[in-house]
Each structure stands twice: as C-alpha cells, then as structure tokens.
C-alpha cells in the first residue's frame, strides 16, 4: 500500500467496477425485454469510449483515482489502465456479436408510432427467418401509427399493455407477431433463476412428496 502506482491502478479499479455494478443492477429484475438488455449494453459501449478519453484527460467519471492523485505526490494514470479498458471493450464488441437484433425492430416493439414502415437488408432477413411478411407489415404500422386511441394506450399504460391486449391478431397479425416475438425474448436468465429459486422454497424437505403437477400450479401462483 505504500506503493503510489499500484494504489492508484486499485483506485481505478473501485472507479470501473462501480460503472460495471451499475450496468449489472439495470440488467436484472422484473419486466427486462430484450430490447431494455440490448439498449443498456449498447449504451455501456458507448460509455467505454467516453471513459478511454477521459482517463486521458479530467477524471471526470475516475472520482476516487481522481481524489488520490490530487492527494499523491507519484499517483497517476497508467498503461495498465488504458489497457484494462482497451480489453473491456474488445471483450464486449465479442460477447454480444451475436446479440445484435435490428436497433429498428426493437424501436418498433417499444414504440411503433416513430418508428418508419421501411426496412433494411438485415431487418428483411429477421422477418423472413420468423415468417412475417414484409408488405403487408409496413401497412399494418401505417394504420396503427394513424390510431389515437393506440397512442394513448401506449402512453399511459406501456408497450406490453397496448400489444397483447388492445392490438389484436386480426386486425394486424404481422405487427402483433414482431412485437411478441421481440418481447417474449428473454433478455437474461432472471426470470429462469428466479424460478429456481421459487421452486427451492416451495419444494422443501417437508414436502418431498409434492407431485409435479401441484408444484407447477405454485411455480405459476408464485
């Protein structure tokens, strides 16, 4: 601890773990869609580089290595640090490669009434690989997008309210079929942990003889 350089990469380190115990609280809980999952590590991307450039500049968002240099005669910034940066980033551009949905599809499950009726290349592809119909999609989102009563759902109730019970099959079934295909995704593993859990409590050593049926019925109540 005597040692200015390693007391300021441990600084650092509290700095970039706090960023990173952010990003892992807003991915849990209730009601996460896949589009709240990817709209955060998005955004957390996005915060790498603002943190590359800072680290080379202010501090800004280094509060506590910030606080010891100013109080350390030999504290300072580095390469260790722009290095661990540099991996982070690399590291999440190559676990989520393959969670890249179309930005637009997920604009459309959260509000369709900004989104646009024309598709790109790699949105065509996502519909034709779940079997919906391009044509008749962009005029199902026309008509929805001219409902007053649909925006005011949405306003007030949320996107999963106006989907799955004022937007019907019938009516438009392509659009309703994107929206539950997009919001039925799971983001994470909460909710198959969180079932694990219920399970473990329900299902003690006193009630061994539980049948399967009867725990599914209390896995549903609970």
Known sequence: MLDDKFVSEMCFLCDIFHHLNVLNLGLQGRDKTVADVVERLTAFQNKL?????????????????????KSSQCGKVTKVMSDFLDNLKHNFAQRFYDFDIPKELLHVARNPFTSTPNTSPKTAAFLELHGIDE??????????????????????????????????PEMFPNMKKLAICVLTMFGSTYTCESAFSHMNAIKTENRMSLTKEHLHHCLRIA
């Open 135 to 168: 044509g008749p999609l962009q005029l199902e989102m026309i008509e929805i997008q001219a409902s007053g009563e649909f925006k005011d759902v949405l306003l007030e109730k949320g996107c999963t309210e106006l989907w799955t019970k004022h937007i019907v």
């Open 49 to 69: 580089d603002m943190f590359s450039s800072d680290l080379s500049s202010r501090l800004l968002h280094f509060p506590t290595l910030s606080g010891f240099i």
